[in-house]
């Protein structure tokens, strides 16, 4: 802003006017505050820091932070108040002062690679220094998640020769989605007669139905899971027998729960109406 001063000179020089003109500016100043995170998972929130000073002569009036995101990031709350998404409403800074303000990213789950988040000061005034009132964070977001397998509980007998139902369940608790999750099922014991597939989020079944052994390359995306309904036929010699599964996945973050184990009895069990289960099994 221009402002105008005339000086008068000492009496008798009422007639000798001289203009002086100078600048009162706004400088805004913005920084991101240490410590600030370079690395991130995808699927989880970020907090930052932004400290914007106002280091000129001039109050700033309605300043403004306005964001730059791509579509792996996006802003979901601040300090101040967001609109759009886009930019918040810090209010007037007087010369002289500074302020925090605490922004939260919110990072996609299918994120992967590199990311710039770019913020920007602005007021009514007009900048007196530019450069100093843009802030940039470069942020490098991998791939984390906590990958499950188990089996369900039943059944717990089957029939020399007979079939038994088994459902083997592999989940990913996230936060980020999952990719290429190494899935393992090959009972020695048993045969693999047939197996379906069922998935839930947005990823599908590497395949649908299937036989034999599961060696299988999936992805689940995070809150996600697949099931399969396995039919294993028994062999015709009774006695306890193991079944193992596994679920392996590189930036898994608990790797003790990828893998599965439960036994299956096999067992020429009479039932209460003299029928043997190995001969039900055998029942269309």
């Keep these: 802003m221009l402002v105008t001063v005339w000086a008068v000179g000492a009496p008798g020089s009422l007639d000798e006017l001289t203009r002086l003109g100078y600048y009162h500016e706004v400088d805004l100043n913005l920084t991101v505050a240490e410590p600030a995170p370079d ?31 791509d579509s792996l990031v996006r802003v979901i709350e601040a300090s101040c108040p967001v609109y759009s998404e886009t930019f918040c409403r810090v209010g007037d800074l007087p010369a002289g002062s500074a302020m925090e303000v605490t922004v939260t990213l919110a990072i996609d789950p299918d994120a992967l690679g590199r990311s710039s988040f770019l913020v920007a000061a602005d007021s009514r005034e007009a900048e007196g220094n ?14 984390e998640a906590d990958v499950a397998v188990e089996f369900s509980d039943d059944p717990q007998v089957v029939g020399p020769g007979g079939e038994a139902t088994v459902w083997l369940n592999v989940y990913n608790a996230g936060p980020s989605n999952a990719y290429g999750i190494r899935v393992g099922f090959d009972p020695e014991a048993f045969s693999i007669e047939a197996w379906d597939c069922f998935s839930v989020g947005a990823f599908d079944c590497l395949a649908f139905s299937g036989a034999g052994p599961i060696n299988q390359n999936i992805d689940i995306s995070a809150g996600g899971s697949i099931h399969y309904r396995l039919r294993l036929r028994a062999p015709l010699s009774e006695g306890q027998r193991e079944l193992t599964a596994s679920a392996s996945y590189a930036r898994d973050t608990f790797p003790a729960n990828n893998t599965a184990v439960r036994e299956l009895r096999i067992e020429d069990k009479v039932f209460s109406d003299h029928f043997e289960s190995s001969f039900l099994s055998r029942l269309p």
Excluded at 42 to 66: C, F, K, M, Q, W
Excluded at 130 to 143: F, N, R, S, Y
Aim: glycine content about 6%; aromatic content about 2%.
């Design 39 to 69: 690395t991130v998972v995808a699927g989880t929130t970020v907090p930052l820091t932004l400290v914007i000073a106002n280091n000129g002569e001039l109050d700033a009036s309605d300043v403004e932070l306005l964001f730059a995101t």
């Design 130 to 143: 530019p450069g100093d009132e843009l802030a940039q964070q470069v942020l490098t977001i991998v791939e």
